[in-house]
């Protein structure tokens, strides 16, 4: 019969607690304090101004709630100074295109004339280019639609739908920037929301502002034209430390 094998491992031995009595160390002295209650006598914390901004005296974290019972509007959450100057939107633009851009080009004079001038018809985004070739275009793994390179569909829509183009394309020939914006592009910014708001349609917006694509100015909106009470979108709502929160249309928090 074989025998099973003994396990020789060493047993690990728990360590012995030793009260600071038995290892001839001077225990803390109990004081009363108010209230009767025993407190040890220690260095008590103080609480500034800093630290109770950042969580309450018990250490407690104020989280940033976006729940739609804790959002303010801007006019709650900004001082005076911030609302007096801010630059009010209803979310919308409601401009087209720089006029240079449509001189240069020989763009149509409204989005619907544009659309109709070059082909017209329902959009779809089973055939976004109007191809009538839906059964054989390349489908993604999540999707029943068509797969399409959103940045080669908006280029073939540069005359047709312009605010398409201009939110993935900067104007033909022209270099795009990155990184962080100038002091005179924020100050374009808010000549061309103050004129025509802001809020949609950010292809359109972007034809005013050179060197910048459509999603680089919602970024830029969304990112430090918001947080910094710059302009007042009624389709905004902050949380307790400034963050902007969606709460338009399609938001579901005011249900």
Not at 89 to 112: C, I, P
Not at 118 to 146: H, I, M, Q, V, Y
Not at 157 to 164: D, G, H, S
Request: aromatic share 12%; charged share 30%.
């Amino acid at each position: 019969i074989r025998k099973a094998p003994v396990n020789t491992a060493p047993k690990s031995v728990q360590p012995v607690r030793v009260s600071n009595r038995l290892r001839g160390l001077a225990v803390t002295p109990l004081e009363i304090g108010e209230n009767d209650s025993l407190d040890r006598t220690a260095p008590q914390l103080e609480w500034g101004a800093s630290d109770i901004s950042q969580g309450d005296a018990k250490g407690n974290d104020d989280s940033d709630d976006e729940s739609a019972a804790n959002l303010m509007s801007g006019d709650l959450f900004f001082d005076q100074e911030t609302r007096e100057k801010a630059i009010r939107v209803d979310g919308h633009y409601k401009g087209w295109l720089n006029s240079t851009v449509m001189e240069r080009y020989g763009f149509e004079k409204s989005a619907q004339e544009a659309w109709e001038a070059n082909g017209g018809g329902a959009f779809s985004f089973k055939d976004p280019l109007g191809l009538n070739d839906e059964t054989s275009s390349p489908r993604s793994k999540s999707s029943k639609r068509p797969k399409y390179d959103a940045k080669l569909v908006a280029k073939a829509m540069f005359k047709k739908n312009p605010n398409a183009f201009f939110y993935r394309h900067n104007e033909p020939g022209q270099e795009q920037w990155t990184g962080d914006w100038t002091e005179e592009e924020g100050e374009l910014f808010l000549r061309v929301a103050r004129e025509f708001g802001c809020g949609d349609k950010w292809g359109l917006f972007a034809s005013h502002i050179p060197h910048r694509v459509g999603y680089q100015c919602s970024n830029y909106y969304r990112q430090v034209v918001l947080p910094q009470g710059l302009v007042f979108d009624a389709n905004y709502e902050y949380t307790s430390r400034g963050k902007p929160i969606y709460c338009g249309k399609y938001n579901q928090r005011r249900n």
